[in-house]
Structures are given as C-alpha cells and as structure tokens.
C-alpha cells in the first residue's frame, strides 16, 4: 500500500524541467555556432572595452550621462589610437620584412654571411674549443633552406590574406559595433551575467575581482611592458644604426611575452651586429642600452604588478600563459592567466561551502 502511494519517480516537473533545460542549452549551442566566425572580433571588442572602460566612464561624466555619445566617442578615439595606428604599422612591418628577405637572400649568395660566420666560429672556437664546429657552408645551406620555407609561408599568408579581404574588413566592421554597445551596455550585461550566477553575493564579488585584477594586471604587466620594451628596441635599433628598427622593434615586443629570453633575444644579435660590422662603440652602446632600458625594467616590473594584482604564483602564471598561447594563440596570453585566476576562486567557494562544512 505505501508503494502504491509513493510519489512517482519522474514527475511531471521534472519533465518540463528536462524539456526547458534541453532547449536552452541547444539555443546557447546554435548560438554560439553562429557567432564562432565572429568570435576573433568579439573577443577583441571585449578585450578593449574592458581595458578602455575606465577613460569611457570618465568622458561619460564629461557628456552628462548620455551612454551613446560618450560611446560613439569612444568607438572613434580607439579607431584613431588603436586601429588606424595597429593597421599603419602593418603596412610598415610588411614592407620591412619583404626588404629584410631580399637583403638576408642577397647576403647569403653573395658568400659575406658565410666568410662572417667563418670569422665568428674561429673566435669562439679559440676561447672556447669544446664547441662543436660548424663551417660557413653548412651554415649557407640552413639559411637558404630557412628562407625557402619563409618565402612559402610568407606567400601562403599574403595569398590568404589576399583572397580573405573581405572577410577582415568585416571583422573589424563587427568588432566595433560590438565595442560600440559594450561601451554603451557593458554594465548591464555584466549585471545580467552576474545575476545568473549561482553563488552569494559575496563569492560573486571575490569572482568578479579576480577577474578584475587578474585583467589588468596581465594588461599591464604584460602587454604594455612588451609594448614598451619593443618600442625601445626599435628606437635603439634606429639610434645606433641597425636596419629595419620597425621591424626587429616589433619582434622584440612579440618575444618580450616570453618568459625566457624576451626582448634580449633581439637587442643581442643586435649588438653583435654591429660588432661584427666594425661598429664598436654603437655595438657597446646598444647592448647598454638593451640592459638597462629594455630587459632590466622588465626584471622587476613584470612580477611587481602581475604578482601583487593577480595573487597567483609566478610559476602558475608562466604555466597560464604558455598553455593559453598554445590553445588560443595571441589571445591566450590573456585568456590562460584569467582561467587559472578564476579557477582558484572556483577552488575557494568549494572549500568554504563543501570542504570546511
């Protein structure tokens, strides 16, 4: 008799859950197929947004609290500060690099890099004779199959470049209509996104500082130090004569991401260069140069705010990085610090709400 009137094991409930809870995630899941051609350009808006939003609340003030003007405005100054300039500098990069290619290929065949590596592995050979020695011919053919498989990539991505023009003007034409109402919006849609978390008010408050801090100090600390030890090769570059300073000024921000080795892996050869070249004093007065102004502030600038905002380990922030670099490319560097942030948060509500109860 108790069997008979014991509840049943699936109800009607839990039926209309079921159904709702399937629609929705098949929703969410047709949506995001949809906006994954847009993705790049969706995370890039957001990137600036939240990078740029403290300058729009100050101008919001400035125009009164009227939200479009002010990210209208916004919108405009990021195209004139941010893209135009980012786009300048590409035309720039890619005329030096075809430059850069022409002159390393006329070096190689013309025998000058083979006799300078000839006089390098004999000075190195004297002062340190367990290297193992490598001779200018075999050198030749390194480089020239080197510049073999640069010439076919450089030819893949300009000829995909090429057919795919269309497709980057009108990601860029979505990321700032994106930046435009995440300017305008963003608060709101971070109150939504609030709202549906689960968590107290408190956990959603230490999450949403995590992601705060974990944000800028990663922008801060990595991208603009990259940025800034990159400008200052470049300049170095361009001080003491080496050619192509936009260029190697441009790689040097790129390696500056690196944990290891960083901008030193350009300014170095750089120096040496121009020692090779018979430039002494320009070779003696760059690698100065790239200690004190480009790799020394990194040394101690790099931990000082990543550390100290993030409040994770250096060693867990290498591991953020380097994997986000492997799975999302650029973006990684971004993405890879913020996921170990937020799952240390995550880590925290469960031993406060599971753990230590």
Request: hydrophobic share 60%; glycine share 8%; net charge positive.
């Amino acid at each position: 008799m108790n069997n008979l009137n014991a509840p049943p094991f699936i109800t009607r409930g839990h039926l209309i859950s079921l159904a709702f809870f399937s629609v929705l995630f098949f929703l969410v899941y047709e949506l995001g197929q949809m906006l994954m051609p847009f993705s790049s350009a969706l995370l890039w808006a957001a990137i600036l947004a939240l990078a740029l939003y403290p300058w729009y609340t100050k101008l919001l003030v400035l125009v009164k609290g009227r939200a479009g003007l002010a990210a209208a405005i916004m919108t405009t100054l990021t195209v004139l500060v941010v893209v135009g300039p980012a786009i300048a500098l590409i035309g720039v990069l890619a005329t030096q690099a075809v430059d850069l290619y022409q002159g390393a290929s006329e070096l190689v065949f013309s025998g000058k890099l083979t006799s300078a590596w000839n006089t390098l592995a004999d000075w190195l050979l004297k002062r340190m004779p367990y290297l193992p020695a490598i001779s200018g011919t075999e050198v030749k053919a390194m480089l020239l199959k080197g510049f073999g498989d640069f010439s076919s990539s450089m030819a893949f991505q300009l000829g995909g470049l090429l057919k795919n023009t269309l497709a980057v003007l009108l990601n860029l034409l979505i990321m700032l209509v994106s930046l435009f109402f995440f300017f305008r919006s963003g608060e709101s849609y971070y109150r939504t996104a609030m709202e549906l978390l689960p968590f107290t008010l408190e956990q959603k408050r230490a999450i949403a500082l995590k992601f705060h801090d974990t944000f800028t100090a990663v922008i801060n600390g990595v991208f603009l130090i990259a940025l800034l030890q990159g400008t200052m090769t470049g300049v170095g570059f361009a001080l003491f004569g080496v050619p192509f300073a936009v260029f190697w000024g441009f790689l040097a921000a790129i390696l500056a991401l690196l944990p290891i080795g960083g901008a030193a892996l350009v300014w170095l050869p750089g120096a040496a260069y121009l020692y090779l070249s018979g430039s002494t004093l320009h070779s003696i007065l760059l690698a100065l140069w790239g200690t004190l102004l480009v790799s020394l502030p990194d040394n101690f600038l790099k931990p000082l705010i990543i550390g100290k905002k993030a409040k994770i380990s250096s060693f867990f922030l290498f591991l953020g990085i380097l994997g986000g670099l492997q799975m999302y490319g650029f973006l990684g560097i971004l993405f890879g610090p913020l996921v170990v942030t937020l799952l240390t948060a995550f880590i925290q509500i469960y031993r406060e709400e599971f753990v230590e109860q």
